[in-house]
Structures are given as structure tokens and as C-alpha cells.
């Protein structure tokens, strides 16, 4: 009895959060029509966001392409370099960049907030280009292994924006779409870099030019991210909002601007509510779902006895 009270008790609960969310929305539409603004029923256009996309899978784009292209040279660089036959030191040539796409990784949350989306993407294409030609042109393993490491710094920043970058511009429709472009990016770069060093066998010191080559997409992303959209939630958090409207303007075009803002509104104020800890995962009232889920197995029992 007292388990069909609490389930009852919980479903009128999740009712009434539903209500008040539709009553929200309702008045949220109600205002926009009485400003003067036409609510837009149709999608925006995916050709305004879709070069913003573009330009931000560069990066997954130089991961996977960092990633697997030390691979097919890996020989030549170990001749070369003087450490041929030693499985350790040509183990770390291969995993050092994951090393620094930890670090990265671990900054790019604040890195993101703090900063900017696109200026987060130009400081993830810096080190791609300061550590290939460091390992370009480095004549022993120290230099080679430092080389990979700072590129390694902007593999793991680069994807984590991205995937963060992507869902913000992309109109709603679009967005599982856009987002798969982050992997077929990654993938492509993979491929690209054992292209690439098909040659190596044959030409002598061509692994170096396989490094020389990352140069030109970290350089087109840095530069190209200078004309890209900022994201427009980035803006509204910092409190730009006449910031955030002309990049929503960019991105979806006029009609869908107001809307837009709105839903930002929405989000915002479901942001706002009660902050949880980590020691509530312990302990304290988050912790309680394991009694309210053994009590809900109880009361299925009950309602089976009788």
C-alpha cells in the first residue's frame, strides 16, 4: 500500500514539472508574439552554420590524422634518428601524443568556458603547429618525442571543442548530422596520414614531409576560425546577449533569432537550480535513489503477492 501511495505520489510530481514547463512555454510564445515577433515555424537554412561545421572539424580532422601518422614512417624515423630496433623508445614515438591529448583534454573544459570556442580552436591548432615542425625537423629522439608531446596538447583540446562547438551552431534538425561529421573527420585523417606515407620507403627523409603536411589544415583552422561564428550560448552565458543575436543572425538566419534567444532563456533557468556536490553521489539526498528504487521493487512484490 504504501508503495502504490509513493509511485502515485511521484507521478502527480513529474505531472505537475511537465505543466509547469508547458505553461512556459506557452507564456514565452505568448511574449514574442506580443513584441512583435513572428514565431518561425519552418527550420533555418543548414547551408549558414554548415562552413562554421566545416571549418570546426579540422580538428578532429588533425587528431585522427596525428594519430596515425608516425605509423607507416615509423622505420625511417627510427634509422634516421638512431634508435632503430628499440621497441620502447619507437613505443613512445607512437603513444607520446597521448600523453599531451591527456593534458589537453583535462584543460579544455576551462579552456572553452574561458576563453571562447573559437579562440579554444586557434589555441589547439598553436601547438599541432609548433610540435609537427619540431618533429619535422629534429635530428634525435629527445626532439622527436617533445614534438609529439605539444602536439598532443592540441589533439586532446581540439575534438572536445569541437563536439562542444558543433551542437551550439547547428540548427536542432541538423545537429545528430553535423555531429557525425567529428567522426567521418577523425576517420578521414587516419586515412589521410597513411596515404601520405605510402612514399616513404621509396624517398629518403619523407616522413618529414609527412609532418610538414599537418602544418597546412592547423594553419587553415587557425586562420579560418577568425571569420567562424562564435557560439551564441558562450556569448548569452558571459551576459552578450546583442553578441549572441547577430551570431544566432549568422548561423539561422533573422527570422529564427528571437526563438532562438528564447530557448536560450528556457535553458538558462533550468541551469539555475539547486547545485549538486560530489559528496551527494555518496552520500546525502542523491544517494537516497537506492532506497527509493529497493522501495519500488518492494511494492512490484506486494502488488505480485496480491
Not at 638512431?82 to 573544459?109: D, H, K, Q, R
Not at 629522439?141 to 551552431?169: H, S
Not at 549572441?244 to 533573422?254: C, N, V
Request: with cysteine; hydrophobic share 45%.
Amino acid at each position: 500500500m504504501w508503495g502504490r501511495q509513493r509511485e502515485a505520489s511521484m507521478m502527480y510530481k513529474r505531472t505537475s514539472s511537465r505543466d509547469r514547463s508547458s505553461t512556459f512555454d506557452v507564456e514565452e510564445t505568448t511574449a514574442l508574439v506580443q513584441n512583435g515577433t513572428e514565431v518561425e515555424n519552418t527550420n533555418p537554412s543548414w547551408k549558414l552554420s554548415f562552413p562554421h561545421v566545416l571549418v570546426a572539424t579540422l580538428s578532429s580532422f588533425l587528431f585522427g590524422y596525428h594519430l596515425g601518422v608516425v605509423n607507416e614512417p615509423l622505420e625511417s624515423i627510427s634509422l634516421d634518428l638512431g634508435f632503430n630496433g628499440n621497441t620502447l623508445a619507437e613505443g613512445l614515438v607512437v603513444s607520446m601524443c597521448l600523453g599531451g591529448a591527456f593534458i589537453g583534454s583535462t584543460l579544455s573544459g576551462w579552456i572553452a568556458d574561458g576563453v571562447g570556442r573559437r579562440r579554444a580552436f586557434q589555441l589547439c591548432a598553436l601547438p599541432m603547429i609548433i610540435g609537427a615542425s619540431i618533429s619535422a625537423t629534429t635530428r634525435n629522439l629527445i626532439g622527436m618525442l617533445l614534438g609529439r608531446f605539444v602536439v598532443g596538447t592540441g589533439m586532446g583540446l581540439g575534438p572536445t571543442v569541437a563536439a562542444l562547438y558543433v551542437t551550439e551552431v547547428s540548427p536542432p534538425f541538423v545537429r545528430g548530422t553535423y555531429g557525425a561529421f567529428i567522426q567521418i573527420a577523425t576517420c578521414l585523417g587516419l586515412m589521410g596520414s597513411l596515404l601520405i606515407g605510402i612514399p616513404v620507403k621509396e624517398i629518403a627523409g619523407w616522413w618529414r614531409i609527412c609532418f610538414w603536411v599537418s602544418i597546412v589544415p592547423a594553419a587553415i583552422l587557425c586562420l579560418a576560425m577568425v571569420f567562424c561564428a562564435e557560439s551564441p550560448h558562450w556569448l548569452y552565458k558571459k551576459g552578450r546577449t546583442a553578441e549572441a543575436e547577430a551570431e544566432f543572425e549568422k548561423l539561422l538566419g533573422g527570422s529564427h533569432v528571437k526563438s532562438s534567444l528564447a530557448e536560450l532563456s528556457k535553458l538558462d533557468r533550468g541551469d539555475d537550480g539547486d547545485i549538486v556536490k560530489f559528496e551527494e553521489l555518496l552520500y546525502g539526498r542523491h544517494f537516497r535513489v537506492r532506497d527509493y528504487h529497493r522501495a519500488l521493487q518492494m511494492s512490484s512484490l506486494e502488488l505480485q503477492i496480491y
